[in-house]
């Protein structure tokens, strides 16, 4: 029904564009510290995943994923990037004006972080923009209280670790997944400082070893319809 911007050829965006369909922007980091047991990329395969679902399911035009943005509480771990705020930001908002340009008359932003909501939702601020943060969405939250175990959590946890399963399991090393589920506060996350309130040597909040292929299925459910109920509003 939809389908992927970098795999079409030029003449063959703009009927689709002045047919209507939503353009899609996905963010997701490409170089995120996710424990030992997954890989940098998580944000990044999962929000590729997400969009070509999206793309099989509604009449939409997937751009590529924006793969670098503001990340901060993880640069302590090597190979975590996070441009500042204010950058990233400007990055989005010049993508979604470059978007109106192109013929877009709606514009989508799928994310799948949670530092960056601020600044999706600045650049979202258009009423020809949506924004949904598929961690923070109605559907997934309450699959996230159906079905998970851990007592608390957040970031390459239960529930992350499971998307990942279910999306590529090839990826995930359950055999080093880790438990952390001490209290993790805002800010900078340290690797080695036992003495600081964002302590986790692992570099995760919660208990992935609790992760499964079936959890990361009705997960991933949940996040395609609350996109779908986006675009359907």
């Known amino acids: 029904m939809g389908a992927r911007v970098a795999e079409l050829s030029w003449p063959a ?12 922007l996905p963010i997701g980091a490409a170089s995120k510290e996710h424990g030992p047991h997954l890989p940098m990329a998580t944000d990044y395969l999962t929000a590729e995943a997400l969009g070509a679902r999206l793309a099989a399911e509604a009449d939409v035009l997937v751009w590529p994923t924006v793969g670098y943005g503001y990340y901060p509480a993880f640069t302590a771990y090597p190979g975590s990037t996070s441009l500042p705020e ?29 530092s960056t909501i601020r600044a999706v939702d600045a650049a979202g601020a258009g009423p020809d923009v949506t924004a949904v943060h598929v961690y923070r969405g109605a559907r997934y939250l309450e699959a996230v209280g159906a079905i998970t175990e851990q007592p608390r959590g957040g970031h390459a946890d239960e529930s992350e670790t ?23 506060a805002p800010g900078r996350w340290s690797p080695d400082d036992p003495s600081s309130a964002n302590y986790s040597p692992p570099g995760i909040f919660g208990d992935a ?3 499964t292929a079936a959890k990361g299925a009705r997960l991933v459910d949940a996040m395609i319809a609350d996109l779908l109920d986006a675009l359907a509003a």
Do not use: C, K, Q, Y
């Open 86 to 114: 204010p950058v990233f930001r400007a990055t989005l908002e010049a993508l979604v004006e470059d978007l109106r340009r192109a013929g877009a008359s709606r514009t989508l932003l799928l994310n799948t972080g949670i």
């Open 162 to 184: 499971s998307v990942m399963l279910h999306l590529h399991p090839a990826l995930v090393a359950m055999d080093r997944a880790p438990t952390w589920t001490s209290p993790v």
């Open 13 to 24: 965006v703009r009927p689709r564009l002045e047919a209507g369909a939503t353009a899609v």
């Open 209 to 211: 070893t609790l992760a």
